[in-house]
């Protein structure tokens, strides 16, 4: 079975400061990954996506991640914070492992990180 | 471009009163459409999921029911709602179920409050 772990409830960071919203998965096969972020009763926007190829994905707003396969990580980064950065991030994954998995073609999101962006 | 609809944007509902709620999808063909609740601001649970006119799969026993009536509309239903019925119901739409390697695009969303 898959799931996705955000261990970070809220993430608090000053302006300007680098931002990391951090993410762990497990997956029986390889896994495709995936960052949304949610602004206040809005939908989910897409950020960005892991399937294969350079471990170092760039995204939206100027947002990357960083596929660790080893640590089973897929930390969301940015630079240099702005305030209006400050929403709800998930992070997802989907587990290619197999086409009798039950899980086939399902995203299994975590739990989201609050990320506080002060000025 | 593809968007996403979904009406109403916000409901007060009294417990025991039908419910519906509708989502479409312009701009594809043939998408595969998803309904999430999403409790308390924080975690989303996958209600139903489609992969064709007709085609429901449900993931969560409960008193909510969803129909693909055309390619690209899906409806959630309920005919009595219950308190704990109350969230933010959320549509998506993704290419296609064994494309996994894309994304699902999300709709504005329905915030219902049962009372």
């Known amino acids: 079975a898959q799931s996705v772990a955000q261990p970070e409830d809220q993430v608090n960071v000053a302006e300007g400061n680098p931002l990391t919203v951090k993410c762990t998965y497990s997956?029986?096969?390889?896994?495709?990954l995936f960052w949304y972020v949610q602004y206040p009763n809005r939908g989910l926007q897409f950020l960005l996506k892991y399937i294969t190829g350079d471990n170092l994905v760039k995204g939206s707003y100027g947002f990357e991640a960083e596929f660790n396969k080893s640590q089973t990580s897929f930390h969301l980064k940015k630079p240099s914070a702005l305030v209006s950065d400050s929403a709800l991030y998930f992070c997802a994954v989907r587990d290619m492992g197999g086409v009798t998995t039950d899980s086939w073609g399902k995203l299994q999101f975590g739990a989201g990180t609050q990320v506080v962006v002060t000025p | 471009s593809q968007t996403i609809h979904q009406w109403p944007a916000t409901l007060v509902q009294p417990v025991g009163s039908p419910l519906s709620l509708e989502c479409t999808v312009e701009g594809t063909s043939n998408p595969n459409l998803y309904w999430y609740r999403q409790a308390a601001g924080r975690g989303l649970q996958l209600l139903f999921y489609?992969?064709?006119?007709?085609?429901i799969s449900s993931e969560v026993p409960q008193n909510l029911s969803a129909s693909r009536p055309q390619d690209r509309q899906f409806i959630l239903s309920s005919k009595k709602l219950l308190l704990s019925d109350s969230g933010f119901y959320l549509c998506?739409?993704?290419?296609?179920?064994?494309?996994?390697?894309?994304?699902?695009?999300f709709g504005p969303g329905t915030r219902l409050t049962v009372t």
């Open positions: 997956v029986s096969g390889n896994p495709y």
């Open positions: 489609s992969v064709g006119i007709g085609q």
């Open positions: 998506a739409w993704s290419v296609g179920l064994f494309e996994a390697a894309y994304e699902q695009y």
